[in-house]
């Protein structure tokens, strides 16, 4: 099956700097790459997802690119803001004729004001 | 547009007692999924369903574990008898389809086991 890999675990930055979560996945036949924000006590809400025939993908001040050869996509954040912090997780799906994601174990993001 | 409903939101019970968890999907939405959330982790998926039918049930431990989608709206999951090991976050998430589709995730029950 699918493995999914996060780093880092924990991201600490000053207000305004960029955050960058990367993710690594295992299975190629995977295309679906969506990333979701937890806040403390509430489910998970997608902000950013991309399919693997594009590279790259922004919205405003978030963007996450895809390396299918090297199986590794990211999430990357700019000016960051304390509303940001949350925990991240990226996920992949689409492998094998399954479509149920297989999730990172999240990066705890703090963003200090 | 109303979001995923769950309830109850937390639930504290003893070892060996039942518990049930009730979810309302979107409006809609045909696929329903639920997770098990443990802390510092990510979702991991117990059972989906597609309309009324339940597909994707291998992770669900059919010996205390079991869940219904009558009518193909609201899902009902229920453990019985409960563990200490089944303390988590048990999230409720639907979707228009499934392959590739998005995920709409509930609050999420955070059930206690003591």
């Known amino acids: 099956g699918e493995n999914v890999e996060q780093h880092p675990s924990t991201l600490s930055v000053q207000e305004g700097d960029s955050a960058v979560i990367k993710c690594t996945y295992s299975?190629?036949?995977?295309?679906?790459f969506p990333w979701y924000k937890q806040e403390l006590g509430k489910g998970p809400q997608l902000i950013i997802d991309i399919r693997s025939n594009v590279g790259e993908k922004k919205d405003q001040r978030i963007a996450v690119t895809l390396n299918k050869t090297a199986k590794h996509f990211s999430l990357h954040i700019t000016e960051t803001q304390p509303e940001d912090s949350a925990v991240y997780f990226c996920?992949?799906?689409?492998?094998?004729?399954?479509?149920?994601?297989?999730f990172g174990r999240g990066t705890s993001l703090i963003v200090h004001p | 547009e109303a979001g995923v409903v769950q309830s109850p939101r937390y639930k504290i019970i003893e070892k060996k007692q039942p518990v049930a968890f009730w979810c309302n999907p979107i409006?809609?939405?045909?696929?329903l999924y639920w997770y098990l959330q443990n802390l510092g982790q990510g979702p991991e998926l117990l059972i989906r369903y597609e309309n009324e039918e339940a597909v994707d049930d291998s992770q669900l431990p059919k010996d205390r574990f079991s869940a219904e989608r009558l009518k193909g709206v609201d899902s009902t999951l229920k453990i019985q008898p409960a563990e200490l090991g089944d303390s988590a976050v048990y999230l409720c998430a639907s979707s228009l389809g499934v392959a590739g589709a998005v995920q709409y995730f509930g609050p999420g029950t955070r059930l206690t086991v003591t």
């Open positions: 409006s809609g939405h045909n696929t």
């Open positions: 996920a992949a799906s689409g492998s094998g004729g399954s479509y149920i994601p297989t």
């Open positions: 299975d190629s036949a995977s295309n679906y």
